[in-house]
């Protein structure tokens, strides 16, 4: 019983099995056991063992099975002030450290991130995503973040990255030059400069971050809208055919909604004339219309002027209407005349707009004397 007892109050074989997936760093438990010099110590695979003698960071141990002794152990010798026939229990803590990827941590933008938009102007975007975190140097990890947590996991830690990587995402984005339009297609090259920018934050901590991914760059909802509604009209393209479609989808949505009836029938049948008549008139006025960019056409010359038509009233009778071009032989100064607008019958040489036609004319004889 007493070599149970002894047995008890040492510690013999070290080792860690993570049944978690979200465990970074894990402190083995001695419940105030001393580890028996000699021990076995066995790291995994995606494992670190770190040891912590009285605060200080002692000796680190890859994957592998190692026995515990002075050899191996040469900063807990200098610590301890061991000799090389030391073979006593000791103390010490013992943490493992999850070296293995930890994928599909979650980011994203809680603000909109302002930016100057090179089509659209001042414009806001959010951004949100995904990246893995991996410990590649414990020594930083423990002393920077871990301290002395004895169960540390991810979430622990993925406040603070994600900080990180949305100050340098917001930074990028901003200063991009890229149009809001053409980020979907260089989020790969985006997430490339992030990774970059955060490699040398993440190395005082003794962490990387093997891969990032920008999923969606989104517009706030009120501005896809207008962008909806501009790509709708780019796909209605020209407005007049697609007037002349929709009044054609009518027509014949109103001639088969006629069919149930006579009366019906005649009704859909005179819209439909009475579509497609309108719709012809509209086709032709298009195709009369001068096409967008072609040269302008000249402007057709102005009609000529219509000739005045005259009346010539003689023995009670009339005759016309007449060409004033061709009055002049027909006519004398005493010949009564009437055009349209002249209030009444009128001598020829008494109208100003014949004067001309009596020019090189011989006056009258004179009225005979007395």
């Known amino acids: 019983m007493v070599f149970s007892f002894l047995k008890g109050q040492f510690i013999d074989v070290i080792e860690w099995t993570d049944d978690t997936r979200n465990t970074m760093v894990y402190r083995f438990e001695r419940y105030g056991n001393s580890i028996m010099y000699g021990a076995k110590l066995t790291v995994r695979e995606g ?29 807990m010798t200098a610590l301890q002030h061991w000799d090389h026939a030391f073979n006593s229990p000791f103390k010490s803590e013992i943490y493992f450290v999850n070296t293995r990827r930890f994928p599909g941590l979650k980011w994203g933008t809680q603000n909109p991130v302002m930016l100057r938009d090179p089509e659209f102007g001042p414009l806001r975007l959010r ?34 990255i994600r900080n990180i990587v949305v100050q340098k995402v917001s930074r990028i984005l901003a200063a991009s030059g890229i149009p809001a339009l053409d980020m979907a297609a260089n989020t790969k090259d985006l997430s490339d400069v992030v990774l970059k ?9 003794g962490l990387e971050m093997p891969e990032l991914y920008i999923e969606n760059i989104s517009l706030p909802p009120e501005v896809e809208k207008v962008l909806d509604q501009r790509t709708s009209m780019g796909i209605v393209g020209d407005l007049n055919k697609y007037t002349q479609f929709s009044a054609a989808q009518a027509m014949q949505k109103a001639a088969e909604g006629g069919g149930d009836s006579g009366m019906g029938a005649g009704l859909g049948a005179g819209m439909g004339m009475g579509m497609g008549m309108g719709m012809a008139q509209a086709m032709g006025q298009q195709a009369t219309a001068p096409q967008a960019g072609a040269a302008a056409a000249p402007p057709p010359p102005p009609p000529l002027a ?25 006519i004398t100064r005493d010949t009564l005349v009437w055009t349209e607008g002249q209030s009444g019958w009128l001598k020829a040489g008494e109208v100003p707009a014949l004067a001309a036609l009596f020019a090189s004319q011989p006056p009258p004889p004179p009225p005979p004397a007395g």
């Open 47 to 75: 494992q670190m063992a770190v040891f912590i003698h009285e605060g200080q960071l002692a000796d680190m141990f890859g994957p592998g099975l190692y026995q515990l002794e002075t050899n191996n152990m040469p900063l």
């Open 127 to 160: 951004a949100f995503g995904s990246y893995a975190i991996r410990v590649t140097d414990p020594a930083p990890f423990m002393r920077e973040i871990v301290g002395t947590d004895g169960d540390f996991t991810q979430e622990k830690i993925a406040g603070q």
């Open 306 to 330: 219509s000739e005045p038509m005259w009346h010539i009233a003689e023995n009670g009778q009339t005759r016309g209407p007449i060409p004033q071009s061709q009055l002049g032989a027909q």
């Open 197 to 205: 920018a955060i490699a040398p934050t993440l190395s005082e901590y």
